[in-house]
C-alpha cells in the first residue's frame, strides 16, 4: 500500500486538505493573540456558527449564498462580543480570558442546540463540484480541492496585506511591539477592532466550507477547538507564518499518522506539541524575537 | 500566605457538620448527589491549591483525576487487586505523571502555561480513548467499592458512601492544607508572587512547582477514585478538557485561593446543575452567563466576596478602635 | 572571597562587559560606581548568574562557580539585591523574611513543619529585622508601607539569605538623603565579616563606607583602588563627574 505513489498523493492531499481548514481558523486566533494578547476560546464556536448559518441558507440560497452570508454574520456576532465583552477584558490576564471565554463557549454549544437542535445537520457539496477529478493517478473529490485552492487563496491574500499595505504594516508593529504602535499614532482601537472581526469572519468562513465534509453538530465548535489551539502554541502565538507551519506540521502528522501509525496517531500529535514547548516554549516560528 | 482565619474554620465546621446531618437524613437521590459533590470537592480542592496558590492555571486536572479512576479500575479488576491497594496505585501512578507535567512546564508560565497544560491532558485522553486495555470509547464498568464489611461498614450502601465520601474530602482538604503550611506550600505562594527571587534566594523552581503539582495531582487522583467508586463506571470523559474547566469554573465561582471556598463552591454548582437541568435542558448556558457576569465583575466568588465583606468590617472595627484610642 | 577573571559579555555588537577582573576579600566592602549604561548591573546579572557571561570565569569561595545557575551560586553563599524592588507583594514583611529565610536554609521544598515558625527561621527574621530597621514593620503587608522601607526589606530579603557575600544593587536608588545616610549607618553596623560589593550613585555616601572602589565605564574597569586614591584621581572626575553632571 504505501509503495503505490496514489497513496502518497491521496493522502498528501488529505492532509493539505485538513491544514487549510485549520489554518483559516488558526490564523484569525494567532493574530488576535500576537496583537491583543487576548485568548479567545470561543474561536472554535464561531466557526461552528458560521457552519450552522451556511448550512441553514444552503436551503434557500443554496451553496454559494451561504458560503458568502456566513462569515458576515459570524464577522457581526464577532463585532458585537468584541464591543460587549473582550474590550474591556484585553488587559484581564489569561485566566480571566480562558474563563470568560470558557463561559462564552457554554452559552454557544446551548444556544445552537436551542435554535438548530441537538441532531447533526447535513448540507450538500454544490454541484458544480460535485465531481471526482483525476490527479497523478487518483481521482479526489473536486470539493475537497477547492478547500485547499480557497485556503491557499486566504493565505495569498492576507500576505499581500500584511505585507503590502498601511494596515498591514501597522499590525505588524503592533504585534511586533504594543507601545510602538500607540507611539507611531495608529488608532489602536479602530485596529483591534477590525482584526478581531476579520478573524471572526474567516473563522465563519472555515465552518461554511467545512459543512459539506462535516457534520454540523453543536459540539463542532468544541472538536475543533484543541487542534487550532495546538497549531497556533507550535507555530508561536501571533504569527502568520507559525501559522502556517503548524497547520501543515498538524495536518501532515494527523493524517499521515492515521494510515502509517494507527495505533500511535491520537497521542503522536500531543507528543509533537510536548516536545516543542519543552524545547522553544515560544513555539517554533513566534512573533518576537 | 495561607492561614485558618476563624471564618474560614466556622466555616468548615458547618460545612462537615451540615453534610454529615444531611447523609443521615436525606434519601437516595441526596445520597448520590452528596457523593456527586464530595467527588467535585476533591478535585477542586487539588486545582485551588496549584492555581489558586501557586498561580499554576491547570487544565489537565480532569485528566489526572480520569488516569487515577482508570489506573484504580484496572488494578481491581484486572490486576487482582483489592481496593485499598488499588486506590493507592492510582494515587502514585496519577502523582507520579502530575510529577512529569509539571517538571516539564515548569519553565512555561501565563497562557504558555494553561496550553502546556492542556496539551498534557489531552493526550492522556487520546490514549485512553483508543486503548483496548482501557476499554476505548465504551469506558469500563465494575470498579469495586472498598470491602469495609470487616469493621461493620457496608459501602454498597449509599448512606454509608457518601458519609465515605465526605471523609475523603476532609482528608483531602487537611492534606492541601498542611502541604500549603509546609515548606513547599510557603515556597509555592511565593513562586506565584515572585519566581525569580525564589530562584536567586537558593529555590530549584522547577522541583518545587513540579512537587507541589505531584501533590494536586494525588489528590485529583483520589477523586477520580471516589469517582469510580462511586458511579462503578469510568469513561473517556472524565480525562476531558472541559471537566477541567468546569473544575476551574468551580474554584472561581467559589473563591480563588481559599480552599475552603472551592468546596462551597462545588456544592453550588452540582446543586445548580441539578436544580436548573431539572426546569431546562440547556444548564451549562446559565452557567456560562453566571461564570462570565462573575468574572467580569471581579468578584472573588462567593466565598471571597464573604470573605472580603469580613475584612472590610475588621478594618472598619480596628479604625473606630483607633480613633477612639486618639 | 569573590574573584572574577577577565569576564566579558555582548548582547549582539554592543559589547557591555569588557575583560573585568575583581578580587575581593572576605570582609571588603567595595563599591562599583560608573555613569548610567556602564554595565554595573550587567556585571551583577553576572556575577549571581542571571546572565551567562561569554568568557571568563568566577569563583566564589575558591570554587569555580561559571557554569553554575542561579539558585546553585545562592546556595553557596551569594545573595543580591535588585535595583528594582523584587518583593513577594501581599504578604508582610514578617512573611518576606521568613520566605526568603526558609528557602536560604533548604526549607522551601519540605513536605511537613512550617519553616514560618521554624526557631531557627524566626531567629533570623527576628535578627534581620534589627538589621535593616524594620522591627516595627513587621506585621505589616508589602504593599501598604511607604517606599523606603520597602528599599530596606529588598536588602533585607538578601541579607535574610545569610550569604558570605552580598551585592546590593543601588540600595538607595530613590530615597532621600536623609534615609541614604540611615541606611549606610546599617550597612555599617552589619558583621565585619560579610562580603559586600554595593553599586552607589551618590559618590560621598560611597566614600563613606567603602573599603576598596572600583569604577566601570562602558564595561570596563578604568579604576581599582583605595577611596582616597579615587577620590584624588583626575581619570574619574573625568569620566564619572562628567557623566554624572550631565545626568
Known sequence: MTADLGFWVL????????????????????VIFGLMHFVNLAHGSLYAFGAYVAATLAGTFGYWGGLLVAPLAVAALGAVLYLTLIRSQRRAGPMAQVLITFGLIFVAVDATRLVWGDLPIGIAVPAILDSQIALLGVEYPAYRLFIIALGLCVLAALTLILTRTQIGAMIRAGVDNDQMAACLGINVERMFFLVFVVGCALAGLAGAVAAPVLSVTPDMGLQILIPTLIVIVIG?????????????IFGFVQTFGAVLLPTLSSVLIYAL??????????????AKG | MFTHTPLRLTTLALLAAGSLSYAYAAGFFGLEILAEIATLAILVIALDLVAGFGGMVSLCHGALLGVGAYVFTVAANDAGLTALPAMVLAVVLSSALAFAIGAVCARSTGIYFIMATLAFGQMAYSYVFQSPLFGGDDGLSGAPRPDLTAIGIDL?????????????????YLVAARTLRSGLGRSLVGLHHNEKRLRALGLTVWRAKASAFAISGALAALAGCLAAQHTQYVSPGLLSWTVSGEALVVVILGGLGTLTGPIVGAILFVVLKHEISAITPYWHAIVGIILITVVMSRAKGVFGFIESRWDDRGAKTVAKEAEADA | MLETRDLSKSFGPIQVTKGVSLKLQQGERRVILGPNGAGKTTLFNQLVGELRPDSGTIHLDGADVTSLGVADRARRGLSRSYQKNTLFDGLTIRENLGLATAVALGKGQGLWSDPLHAPEVRETVKEVAAQVDLAPYLEARVDAVSYGIRRQLEVGIALAARPKVILMDEPTSGVGPEMSKGFHRLLKALPRDLTILIIEHDMDLAFDVADTITVLNYGEVVFDGLPDAAKGSQLLKDIYLGAWEDA
Request: a positive charge; aromatic letters at 6%.
Open chain 1, 273 to 286: 506539541l510536548a516536545a516543542v514547548l519543552v524545547t522553544r516554549p515560544q513555539g517554533l516560528l513566534p
Open chain 1, 11 to 30: 493522502q498528501t492531499l488529505n492532509a493539505l486538505q485538513l491544514s487549510m481548514l485549520l489554518f483559516l481558523l488558526s490564523v484569525g486566533l494567532t
Open chain 1, 236 to 248: 508561536g502565538l501571533g504569527s502568520l507564518k507559525g501559522a502556517v507551519a503548524g497547520s501543515l
Open chain 2, 156 to 172: 454498597t450502601d449509599s448512606r454509608a458512601f457518601a458519609v465515605y465520601a465526605i471523609l475523603l474530602v476532609a482528608f483531602a
